[in-house]
């Protein structure tokens, strides 16, 4: 097995000639945004086995007395997600929320139109809340069905899962084993509205009529929810653009996030432009943030409106792991769909759309990586066997572990570029910087090079040396770790689990300038890599 081709620390100086330089320089002063919890979100709906077989599995030999599966708690915790967008998704269009809910052997089974599935509902509210308790107490954002239903189911969800008691919905939810409200906070107002899939599919106008009215009667029940309008379901979506200004502008002033989902996979076999597809979704976020502002300039409002970017992820939409069954006799239940194995190429694909997030935490609020278990997920599971983490796990973890309550610093870039058919001219090297809770420094990197080594060096602040040694980087600790394998098409796949993870880089140093009043730290990136460097005094 070949680890990675990371250099080791013998023959670095022989190889540094190689490398292309590159430099980051970091303002501690200036500020761009604190970092939002809620961007290290991911997704779990009623889809192939991300619920069943997924997180859920009686029987299973690590099920607790709720079915839940113990070694897949164990790596959410460890993946470090703080919000679940639940129950979709395609799925929740045409979801009865009360199917699932009350006894178990007394809900009925389902015909899921969105995946040609059978839902059986021997999961719903009460598990999925009992299930994060679990896993830590992260928080739940539930999806209201704004496909088959409307204001009055949404309006009976909210009671049931929010009201103390006292009223037929409230005391339903006591009778059914929840005394105390689940006091949800975040709500998704339908799912991908523009998209033709859907099930209930709607014209902009008539979306934003709906989703305000819904909107405001939630509000008359719990004025502090948090609401989420669809936005666009792609950056190329042919009404992109109109759609989110259409929407706004019915119901603005009521909603407190406007969504948008990205997908992406190399096409054509063009990984130059793969390698950059943060270009895109950072071009995304600009154009929705600017409708945002032009709508709210229009309205003269005071109302702020965010970005979730609740769908987010590297998908192989289209080929065979993504087909659904078909025929009206065939309806099976939790069928293997979606279920993707990502390579070492995806995990640097998806640590640069990391990074393009924390850059954009200014108007970024929240964001889900779609999805959690076993579909298009960085976590993946063998009906009564192991569960393990794939390429894609590991750049989340490590930015969610240094990341949280942090503040993203404005930083610069300097470095070269490379030509994509996709988006021109695109900077060969990637980075976003970050004051992480206990004051110490992240530093996120990608080298999106296919053929070449950068040779990174990252500027110490001032403020970081004593004083009192003339720039002595005494007490300035730096730890490096690099995702990078020789093959780029590497995978984790269950009878070889750890091929690709990230690994210390024996490279970094930290070193003086000539006169001892600067320092900086130093690290060879290997080609199509991800780095986290962490800088502490």
Not at 482 to 507: G, K, S, Y
Request: proline fraction near 5%.
């Amino acid at each position: 097995m070949t680890q990675s081709s990371i250099q080791s620390s013998a023959d670095h100086q022989s190889n540094q000639t190689s490398a292309v330089p590159a430099a980051i320089t970091i303002n501690p002063a200036f500020d761009v945004a604190p970092v939002n919890n809620r961007l290290f979100g991911s997704f779990v709906e009623h889809l192939g086995r991300c619920v069943y077989t997924g997180i859920y599995e009686p029987g299973h030999p690590t099920a607790d007395e709720h079915g839940f599966r113990q070694d897949v708690i164990d790596l959410v915790r460890e993946l470090g997600v703080t919000t679940v967008r639940y129950p979709g998704g395609n799925f929740v269009s045409g979801y009865r929320w009360e199917d699932g809910v009350g006894p178990r052997d007394l809900r009925p089974r389902r015909l899921d139109l969105a995946w040609h599935s059978t839902e059986t509902n021997a999961f719903g509210l009460h598990e999925m809340a009992e299930w994060l308790e679990k896993t830590g107490g992260n928080e739940l954002m539930e999806a209201v069905n704004l496909g088959t239903r409307g204001l009055q189911e949404a309006l009976d969800l909210l009671e049931y899962a929010n009201i103390p008691g006292g009223t037929a919905l409230s005391d339903a939810r006591r009778a059914n084993g929840h005394e105390k409200p689940f006091n949800i906070r975040m709500w998704c107002l339908g799912n991908e509205m523009d998209g033709p899939w859907q099930l209930g599919h709607k014209s902009a106008h008539d979306y934003g009529v709906l989703a305000t009215e819904v909107a405001r009667g939630m509000r008359q029940i719990d004025p502090d929810v948090e609401l989420v309008v669809c936005g666009s379901s792609s950056h190329g979506m042919a009404t992109f653009g109109e759609w989110e200004r259409t929407v706004l502008e019915h119901a603005y002033d009521l909603v407190d996030f406007v969504s948008c989902h990205a997908y992406y996979k190399p096409e054509n076999g063009d990984i130059a432009s793969f390698l950059a597809s943060g270009v895109d979704m950072d071009g995304f976020i600009r154009d929705v943030a600017s409708t945002i502002d032009a709508v709210k300039a229009q309205r003269k409002s005071t109302h702020d409106v965010a970005i979730s970017f609740d769908e987010w992820n590297v998908w192989y939409a289209g080929e065979d792991a993504s087909r659904t069954p078909e025929g009206i006799g065939n309806w099976p239940v939790a069928p293997h769909l979606l279920e993707d194995q990502y390579s070492a190429l995806d995990a640097v694909v998806v640590g640069d759309l990391l990074i393009t997030l924390l850059k954009n935490a200014d108007r970024v609020h929240a964001a889900s990586l779609a999805q959690l278990v076993n579909v298009i997920a960085p976590i993946m599971t063998e009906p009564g066997g192991p569960a393990w983490r794939q390429t894609i796990f590991y750049p989340f973890a490590a930015v969610a572990a240094l990341a949280k309550d942090g503040t993203v610093l404005e930083s610069r870039t300097d470095c070269g570029t490379y030509a994509t058919a996709a988006y021109g001219d695109v900077p060969t090297v990637d980075s976003v910087a970050v004051r992480c809770a206990d004051g110490s420094l992240a530093v996120f990197v990608t080298n999106r090079s296919l053929e070449t080594a950068t040779e990174l060096s990252v500027p110490i602040p001032e403020s970081w040396l004593r004083e009192d040694t003339a720039g002595s980087v005494a007490g300035v600790r730096v730890e490096a770790r690099t995702l990078h394998d020789d093959d780029i098409n590497a995978r984790n796949v269950l009878d070889d689990q750890n091929r690709v993870t990230l690994q210390t880089n024996p490279t970094v140093r930290v070193e003086s300038d000539s006169a001892g009043t600067a320092a900086s730290v130093r690290v060879t990136l290997p080609p199509v890599s991800w780095t986290a460097l962490h800088i502490i005094r």
